[in-house]
Structure formats: structure tokens, C-alpha cells
């Protein structure tokens, strides 16, 4: 038995194609796009017989159905209430695999249906596919359906740790869904797989003695998620289109074609590198530079039901950003403008520029915006900066003055949050490459020289 896991780096988790054996394949939790599953199989000269769900996901939209199109049968908690079909699973169900066998175990806690699958050959076991119930170094959060659910649901994780999977052989290979990346997760470590025996050891969460400080550790360490996650559960409860191992081609669009659409309400979403953005942009945009997180961030900024059109160059991947926004529930933009920004010029149309500066080039009489995570900005931060998370901008932009110097990590959300200020109508915003240890290190020795 062979085990691929198939890793978004960008959403922060795994996939896995599983061999059985037999000439099939098993494919756990799979995002959107079924090529990365039908490449691994083929790879290994095997036919995707199962696919399998441990939850309803609410950070991507299932590829389930695009591997059911190809013939694959879906295996989902009874729970999920899925509207199509599929084989729905309880606590202690047993599949025949052909020679393997697959257990489903039920561990409400990151959602109330989650269910994780133990397979065995014979009585023996040989891997514990987790979800998110257990993942390396932490757990899946459980606020993501409601309030009123989230302590109820922490302390159904505890339980179902505790009393379902730490009972398992401290050798058994653990493969969550989840890790270090994700905004379903708290406390992850850098590793993607894990074992039983591990996690007993060295998991922070698995060290406390009680539930009710397990539940109140746990609650303590929600951060921020994505706005689109209230919304997938029922995406992926409803069932997605399904596109093949193709998606949808952007229709060309001109110049004009994109000002009128503009015009008309739609948003322009600028996924160029951050230094070709602020050389020159159609006023208005979005900056999310094309790269893994580009869905995570369109996702959390962007309305869904706007109409999209899309500015990219020739040497950016396509296929992969739309792919991107499939996973997160946008279904295909409007389209490319063609030649870009450039064609834009061309037609006589303005542009914008936004400053972007090295670290060494920030000012110490201009106030500073560091727009990363709370846990980011926890673990070290510039004294005297202002701290606003990218996903809450724009709600905060009017209380921001003019002249604010935006930063974050490497400068691809800092340009984002400038995007979103200039809509707003801050003027004379400047976005530092920067982290926060380069923009001190810069602001000592400017001080320094006074």
C-alpha cells in the first residue's frame, strides 16, 4: 500500500491518493481540481475506485463530483446530507475496499458530522485518515458554523481525541486533512502527516489534563478566517458544477469591453506581480498577486456574486488562477483583459501608481499599517505600528489618515490592503517589501542619524 498526499501549500492541506492494492485508488478529501488526483493515479497505473469526505468542507469546494464523473463512488457521513448521491456513512461502518477495509469513526469536534476512517488490513491498522479532528501539533478549529456551536463542538473534540484515536496504536500513521497554513487550524506544526504516538507526546493540546481547560486553550487560540467559509458548507452540501480536468476558458475582453464592464459594477482583480501593479493599474482594482494564497485572499476580499474580470500578463499562469477560484466557490470571472495593461494604455485609458519602497526607505514621521494576522503581529511587530488585519481594511480604511505606510511579510498583502484604501479614498498610500524585523531595523537607523 502506497499513500500520495497531494498538498495545496496555499490553503494549507492535503490530499491523498491512496493505493489499495488492487489496480484502484482511494482518494481522500479532494480539492476541485480533479488533475492532481488523476495525474498521481495514473502515475501509479491505478483507477480511482472511492472517494472519500471526512466533513463538509467549509475552506474549498469538493472535487468529489469531478471523480465521481470519471467513475469513482463517494463515501461521506451520513451527516452531510449531501444532495446527490452517495453512500452514506455512521460510526463503525465498515467498506470493503477489495483486500482493505475502511472503518468510519465517528469524531464530531471541527464540524458535527466529521467522521475519520481507519484502514486496516485484516484486524491490523495501517493508517487513520483524520480530517481535521487531529491534525501535526494541533487541532481543527470549531467556530466555523455558529456561536452557539463552538464550545459544544470543542468539547466534542476532546472527546472524540481522547476517547477515539488516542486509543489507537501509538505506530499508526495519522493523515490529516489540515496543517500548517490553514485557517481551520490552531497550533499546527509544520509537518503534514503524523503518527498517534507522536501526538500523545508532543501535541500542546493533547498535554492538558481536563476538558474544560482543553476547551478554553483551544477557544483562546481562534484567529481570523476567510469570510467565504460561511458559505462553501452549503456549496459543497449542494454539490458544485463540474468542469473536468479542464476549466473554463476566460473569454478575451478589450479595453473598452472592461471599462463598461467596470462601469457597470464589475471588479477588476489585478493578479500581476506586486511591482508590475504599482507601476501603473486601473484604478479601482484588487491586488492579489497571483501565487499559492491567491485564492485564499480573493475568497476572503471579494464578492461573490460581483461580476470578475481578471488582469494577468502573457507569462502568468492562467489554468492555475482559475483553478484558484473554483476552489473557493467563485464560480468562472467574466473574463482576461487582453494585452493587459498595456492594451490598456494603448487605448488611451489612465492608470495609477502606487509607491512601493524598500524597508530602508520607510519614514519614521509616517504613521505605519501592519496588515498581517493577529498571531503574526503577536510574535513581533514594529513599536508604535498600527495593526489591521488585511480581511478588515476596508471596514477600517476611513479611520486610517492619509500618507499610512502599509506593510506585512514580503509586500504582496500590503499592496492588497493599498488596493483596498485607494477604493476607499485614502490618499497617498505606500507599501513597504518589507517585514516588520526589516522595517525596525530601518527605523533604528533612521533614528539613529537624527
Given at each position: 500500500?502506497?499513500?500520495?498526499?497531494?498538498?495545496?501549500?496555499?490553503?494549507?492541506?492535503?490530499?491523498?491518493?491512496?493505493?489499495?492494492?488492487?489496480?484502484?485508488?482511494?482518494?481522500?478529501?479532494?480539492?476541485?481540481?480533479?488533475?492532481?488526483?488523476?495525474?498521481a493515479?495514473?502515475?501509479l497505473?491505478?483507477?480511482?475506485?472511492?472517494?472519500?469526505?471526512?466533513?463538509?468542507?467549509?475552506?474549498?469546494?469538493?472535487?468529489?463530483?469531478?471523480?465521481?464523473?470519471?467513475?469513482?463512488?463517494?463515501?461521506?457521513?451520513?451527516?452531510?446530507?449531501?444532495?446527490?448521491?452517495y453512500?452514506?456513512?455512521?460510526?463503525g461502518?465498515?467498506?470493503?475496499?477489495?483486500?482493505?477495509?475502511?472503518?468510519?469513526?465517528?469524531?464530531?469536534?471541527?464540524?458535527?458530522?466529521?467522521?475519520?476512517?481507519?484502514?486496516?488490513?485484516?484486524?491490523?491498522?495501517?493508517?487513520?485518515?483524520?480530517?481535521?479532528?487531529?491534525?501535526?501539533?494541533?487541532?481543527?478549529?470549531?467556530?466555523?458554523?455558529?456561536?452557539?456551536?463552538?464550545?459544544?463542538?470543542?468539547?466534542?473534540?476532546?472527546?472524540?481525541?481522547?476517547?477515539r484515536?488516542?486509543?489507537?496504536?501509538?505506530?499508526?500513521?495519522?493523515?490529516?486533512?489540515?496543517?500548517?497554513?490553514?485557517?481551520?487550524?490552531?497550533?499546527?506544526?509544520?509537518?503534514?502527516?503524523?503518527?498517534?504516538?507522536?501526538?500523545?507526546?508532543s501535541?500542546?493540546?493533547?498535554?492538558?489534563?481536563?476538558e474544560?481547560e482543553?476547551?478554553?486553550?483551544?477557544?483562546?487560540g481562534?484567529?481570523?478566517?476567510?469570510t467565504?467559509?460561511?458559505?462553501?458548507r452549503?456549496?459543497n452540501?449542494?454539490?458544485?458544477?463540474?468542469?473536468?480536468?479542464?476549466?473554463?476558458?476566460?473569454?478575451?475582453?478589450?479595453?473598452?469591453?472592461?471599462?463598461?464592464?467596470?462601469?457597470?459594477?464589475?471588479?477588476v482583480?489585478?493578479?500581476?506581480?506586486?511591482?508590475?501593479?504599482?507601476?501603473?493599474h486601473?484604478?479601482?482594482?484588487l491586488?492579489?498577486?497571483?501565487?499559492d494564497?491567491f485564492?485564499?485572499?480573493?475568497?476572503?476580499?471579494?464578492?461573490?456574486?460581483?461580476?470578475?474580470?481578471?488582469?494577468?500578463?502573457?507569462?502568468?499562469?492562467?489554468?492555475?488562477?482559475?483553478?484558484q477560484?473554483?476552489?473557493?466557490?467563485?464560480?468562472?470571472?467574466?473574463?482576461?483583459?487582453?494585452?493587459?495593461?498595456?492594451?490598456?494604455?494603448?487605448?488611451?485609458?489612465?492608470?495609477?501608481?502606487?509607491?512601493?519602497?524598500?524597508?530602508?526607505?520607510?519614514?519614521?514621521?509616517r504613521p505605519?499599517?501592519?496588515?498581517?494576522?493577529?498571531?503574526?503581529?503577536?510574535a513581533?511587530?514594529?513599536a508604535g505600528?498600527?495593526?489591521?488585519?488585511?480581511?478588515?481594511?476596508?471596514?477600517k480604511?476611513?479611520?486610517?489618515?492619509?500618507?499610512?505606510?502599509?506593510?506585512?511579510g514580503?509586500?504582496?498583502?500590503?499592496?492588497?490592503?493599498?488596493s483596498?484604501?485607494?477604493?476607499?479614498?485614502?490618499?497617498?498610500?505606500?507599501?513597504t517589501?518589507?517585514?516588520?524585523?526589516?522595517?525596525?531595523?530601518?527605523?533604528?537607523g533612521?533614528h539613529?542619524?537624527?
Amino acid at each position: 500500500m502506497g499513500i500520495v498526499p497531494i498538498i495545496d501549500t496555499g490553503l494549507g492541506n492535503s490530499s491523498y491518493v491512496v493505493d489499495l492494492g488492487d489496480g484502484s485508488a482511494l482518494v481522500v478529501d479532494p480539492e476541485r481540481d480533479p488533475g492532481p488526483y488523476l495525474r498521481a493515479a495514473e502515475e501509479l497505473n491505478l483507477e480511482p475506485r472511492f472517494t472519500i469526505e471526512t466533513h463538509l468542507h467549509a475552506d474549498f469546494v469538493s472535487g468529489s463530483r469531478e471523480l465521481m464523473a470519471g467513475g469513482a463512488a463517494l463515501l461521506a457521513p451520513a451527516g452531510s446530507d449531501l444532495s446527490f448521491d452517495y453512500q452514506r456513512l455512521d460510526d463503525g461502518d465498515e467498506i470493503d475496499l477489495g483486500g482493505l477495509t475502511l472503518r468510519a469513526l465517528a469524531t464530531p469536534g471541527h464540524t458535527p458530522e466529521h467522521l475519520a476512517y481507519l484502514l486496516l488490513d485484516g484486524t491490523e491498522p495501517l493508517a487513520l485518515f483524520s480530517g481535521g479532528t487531529l491534525i501535526a501539533g494541533g487541532v481543527a478549529r470549531t467556530d466555523l458554523l455558529s456561536p452557539d456551536l463552538t464550545e459544544p463542538l470543542a468539547r466534542a473534540a476532546y472527546r472524540s481525541i481522547h476517547d477515539r484515536l488516542l486509543v489507537l496504536p501509538d505506530d499508526l500513521p495519522v493523515y490529516p486533512t489540515h496543517g500548517a497554513g490553514s485557517f481551520c487550524s490552531i497550533a499546527p506544526t509544520g509537518e503534514r502527516t503524523t503518527t498517534i504516538g507522536r501526538e500523545r507526546r508532543s501535541n500542546p493540546l493533547l498535554q492538558i489534563d481536563t476538558e474544560d481547560e482543553f476547551v478554553a486553550t483551544l477557544l483562546g487560540g481562534l484567529g481570523s478566517y476567510p469570510t467565504y467559509f460561511g458559505r462553501l458548507r452549503d456549496v459543497n452540501r449542494a454539490g458544485p458544477a463540474v468542469y473536468g480536468v479542464e476549466p473554463p476558458a476566460l473569454p478575451p475582453l478589450s479595453s473598452e469591453e472592461v471599462k463598461s464592464l467596470q462601469g457597470d459594477g464589475a471588479l477588476v482583480v489585478d493578479g500581476r506581480p506586486i511591482d508590475r501593479y504599482a507601476a501603473g493599474h486601473i484604478s479601482g482594482s484588487l491586488s492579489i498577486e497571483l501565487r499559492d494564497q491567491f485564492g485564499t485572499w480573493l475568497g476572503w476580499l471579494a464578492d461573490p456574486n460581483r461580476p470578475i474580470v481578471i488582469v494577468v500578463d502573457d507569462d502568468q499562469d492562467i489554468t492555475n488562477l482559475v483553478w484558484q477560484m473554483l476552489n473557493v466557490g467563485f464560480e468562472p470571472p467574466r473574463g482576461r483583459l487582453v494585452g493587459g495593461i498595456r492594451a490598456w494604455r494603448a487605448a488611451g485609458l489612465p492608470t495609477v501608481q502606487t509607491d512601493l519602497i524598500p524597508s530602508g526607505d520607510i519614514r519614521a514621521d509616517r504613521p505605519i499599517v501592519d496588515v498581517r494576522q493577529l498571531s503574526e503581529w503577536q510574535a513581533n511587530h514594529v513599536a508604535g505600528a498600527i495593526h489591521i488585519e488585511l480581511g478588515d481594511i476596508s471596514a477600517k480604511a476611513t479611520e486610517l489618515p492619509a500618507g499610512v505606510q502599509v506593510q506585512c511579510g514580503h509586500g504582496q498583502r500590503a499592496m492588497t490592503a493599498a488596493s483596498l484604501l485607494e477604493q476607499a479614498g485614502v490618499d497617498a498610500v505606500t507599501v513597504t517589501t518589507g517585514g516588520p524585523t526589516d522595517v525596525a531595523t530601518a527605523l533604528a537607523g533612521d533614528h539613529s542619524q537624527r
